[in-house]
């Protein structure tokens, strides 16, 4: 099991930053994704930006190409997303997730095994 506790939400105007943390705790060997996710009310959950701790490699929505950033600290066992210059649309219920399964499309959440309980980001024009 993993468990993963999302920080760093709150409400900003328009143009402002924020900086999400997810700590994953458990037996974290063998992860092979690691994600953020995000849903606003009466929308579905849609992928934002993944990273795999193997290689580095970082996938973005291209609603966020430019804005965000997507890190990871291994010796901290700890997910980052950077979001600058944010928009009223980024308002939204912001999770982490961690999957181990090989295959398939980053933003795709049969992807991912384990979820956190999410961050609420609220940005105001």
């Known amino acids: 099991q993993v468990q993963l506790v999302e920080s760093g939400g709150g409400s900003v105007q328009a143009g402002g930053s924020l900086r999400l943390s997810c700590a994953a705790s458990?037996?974290?060997?063998?992860?092979?994704?690691m994600g953020w996710f995000r849903q606003a009310p009466g929308k579905e959950r849609e992928g934002v930006a993944a990273?795999?701790?193997?290689?580095?490699?970082?996938y973005y929505a291209d609603s966020v190409k430019g804005r965000f950033t997507i890190s990871h600290d291994n010796a901290k066992n700890t997910l980052y997303l950077q979001m600058d210059s944010l928009k009223p649309e980024d308002t939204a219920m912001y999770y982490c997730a961690v999957g181990r399964r090989i295959g398939g499309s980053w933003y795709q959440r049969e992807k991912y095994n384990y979820w956190g309980q999410g961050t609420q980001v609220t940005v105001s024009s």
């Open positions: 990273i795999y701790p193997g290689d580095g490699r970082t």
């Open positions: 458990g037996y974290t060997y063998g992860i092979y994704i």
